[in-house]
């Protein structure tokens, strides 16, 4: 049975031709509705482009990366309007009134109920967002990670820049790939940092992920290793530019290539953003139970599956360590461990396994609580009460029982992007207009300058 949640995806292939058809009244601009799925919600826009004799649409889903989905325009009147996404099965038909679409989207059988409203503009969703012009000066770049791979990123600095004693800033983002401003559901936190910084005298380097943006290189084959070099070699590029101390701002996993590199002796300083000091494998497993938890899964069937993920983890791990490849049988080690999974988690185990990258096992092999030790340099942790992604307490006590530099501050109320939040669930992080808390880019800029 077709999964009704996936409603779209990322690897759609754009092939639907946009069509015409006479508009007795114009149907203009971007309608947004909230597509109800259960235990979560998805939002979608409708960007409709009357033409005069004409009127074309594009679907945007902001959630799911996924922007300018052409559609069929089928009917247009001065009261109703249907659009088919072809390439995705799905179709939407709504009554068009002053400020509303009342409707229905359909896919593959399925019926939710939406209503579409006007769109806000942009700069209202996302106030944060830096708008010119800007009193100090940016400058796009490029440089090369140890395997040459260009990179490429801006470099900012303030209107009182001093070669010989300002501060720089290099960031570093998060899992997947990121731009250079991390940009996530319209939020561009890494700009705003960015921003606020060079506005108050620090200098920052921003870089575009390999394989993203304008960065050259393969996303896919990349692994802990690989991120972790990439960010040696910004960090090596950036001290070209000053004098002054040079430090690391990472964010999630960026944090934790941040701690990798300080136990090196790399950085002057780290500001980890909800990074993760305990395991990669701990961090994962938790995601999954609190995922199964939400869904609503009785206890013993979320214990048998967390035992299984768990067994299956370790024979990544296994093959990862002695460079094997044989396939995974996920029914052979349910049998042996003599545990049942539910058939969905069962099904998304058996496809996260076929689709396992080296990528995957270097991050379940990752736990820099092993190096800490080694790190002398300041460290700043941040972390928001609300984060459902990477614990607030474990691994603000893995960095405060670790490292005997760091300074640890649980934020109350704020989730993985630092926003103030309801639940911390990330599927509010696009219904949040702030993008990155206030207190958050003050306790980064006081840190900074209290710095020796």
């Known amino acids: 049975m077709a999964n009704p949640y996936k409603i779209l995806k990322l690897t759609i292939a754009v092939s639907t031709i946009l069509l015409g058809t006479t508009s007795a009244r114009?149907?203009?601009?971007?309608?947004?509705?909230?597509?109800?799925?259960?235990?979560?919600?998805?939002?979608?826009?409708?960007?409709?482009?009357?033409?005069?004799?004409?009127?074309?649409?594009?679907?945007?889903?902001?959630?799911?990366?996924?922007?300018?989905?052409?559609?069929?325009?089928?009917?247009?009147?001065?009261d109703s309007v249907a659009v088919t996404?072809?390439?995705?099965?799905?179709?939407?038909?709504?009554?068009?009134?002053?400020?509303?679409?009342?409707?229905?989207?359909?896919?593959?059988?399925?019926?939710?109920?939406?209503?579409?409203?006007?769109?806000?503009?942009?700069?209202?969703?996302?106030?944060?967002?830096?708008?010119?012009?800007?009193?100090?000066?940016a400058v796009d770049t490029t440089f090369y990670s140890a395997d040459g791979t260009a990179l490429c990123g801006t470099l900012t600095f303030p209107s009182d820049f001093d070669k010989g004693k300002t501060p720089i800033c290099v960031f570093v983002t998060g899992s997947g790939p990121q731009n250079r401003d991390e940009e996530l559901f319209e939020h561009k936190p890494f700009a705003v940092i960015s921003d606020f910084l060079a506005r108050n005298g620090v200098a920052t380097f921003r870089f575009d992920d390999r394989g993203t943006g304008e960065s050259k290189g393969d996303f896919a084959a990349a692994t802990i290793g690989t991120f972790r070099d990439d960010a040696k070699a910004a960090l090596s590029f950036a001290r070209t530019f000053t004098n002054g101390s040079c430090g690391i701002i990472?964010?999630?996993?960026?944090?934790?290539?941040?701690?990798?590199?300080?136990?090196?002796?790399?950085?002057?300083?780290?500001?980890?953003?909800?990074?993760?000091?305990?395991?990669?494998?701990?961090?994962?497993?938790?995601?999954?139970?609190?995922?199964?938890?939400?869904?609503?899964?009785?206890?013993?069937?979320?214990?048998?599956?967390?035992?299984?993920?768990?067994?299956?983890?370790?024979?990544?791990?296994?093959?990862?360590?002695?460079?094997?490849?044989?396939?995974?049988?996920?029914?052979?080690i349910a049998s042996s461990l003599g545990v049942s999974a539910p058939p969905a988690i069962m099904q998304n185990i058996k496809r996260n396994v076929t689709n396992a990258t080296p990528y995957f096992a270097s991050m379940l092999t990752t736990?820099?609580?092993k190096g800490m030790s080694k790190i002398s340099c300041p460290v700043l942790a941040l972390n928001g009460s609300l984060d459902t992604q990477v614990s607030a307490n474990d691994n603000l006590d893995a960095i405060s029982n670790g490292i005997v530099t760091a300074t640890v501050v649980m934020l109350p109320g704020l989730?993985?992007?630092?926003?103030?939040?309801?639940?911390?669930?990330?599927?509010?992080?696009?219904?949040?207009?702030?993008?990155?808390?206030?207190?958050?880019?003050?306790?980064?800029l006081s840190y900074i300058r209290n710095l020796k």
């Open 367 to 369: 736990d820099v609580r």
């Open 250 to 332: 990472g964010h999630s996993e960026g944090g934790t290539l941040a701690l990798m590199l300080a136990q090196e002796g790399l950085p002057d300083f780290v500001v980890s953003l909800a990074g993760m000091a305990i395991s990669g494998k701990e961090t994962i497993l938790a995601q999954n139970k609190r995922l199964m938890d939400r869904m609503g899964f009785d206890k013993t069937s979320i214990d048998n599956s967390m035992t299984l993920i768990n067994a299956v983890f370790d024979e990544i791990i296994r093959q990862n360590k002695d460079r094997g490849s044989a396939p995974i049988d996920i029914d052979v």
């Open 85 to 137: 996404a072809g390439s995705i099965g799905a179709t939407f038909t709504g009554k068009v009134t002053t400020n509303e679409i009342i409707g229905t989207f359909s896919q593959r059988g399925y019926k939710f109920p939406l209503i579409l409203k006007p769109e806000i503009p942009l700069s209202e969703r996302r106030p944060q967002t830096p708008q010119p012009p800007f009193p100090y000066q």
């Open 415 to 444: 989730n993985h992007l630092f926003q103030h939040a309801t639940t911390g669930e990330m599927e509010e992080y696009a219904q949040i207009k702030e993008t990155i808390s206030p207190e958050v880019l003050s306790a980064i």
């Open 26 to 78: 114009a149907i203009n601009g971007s309608w947004r509705g909230d597509l109800d799925m259960g235990f979560s919600s998805l939002p979608l826009v409708f960007n409709f482009s009357d033409k005069g004799d004409s009127t074309t649409c594009t679907l945007d889903s902001p959630n799911q990366n996924v922007y300018g989905l052409p559609l069929t325009v089928d009917y247009v009147s001065t």
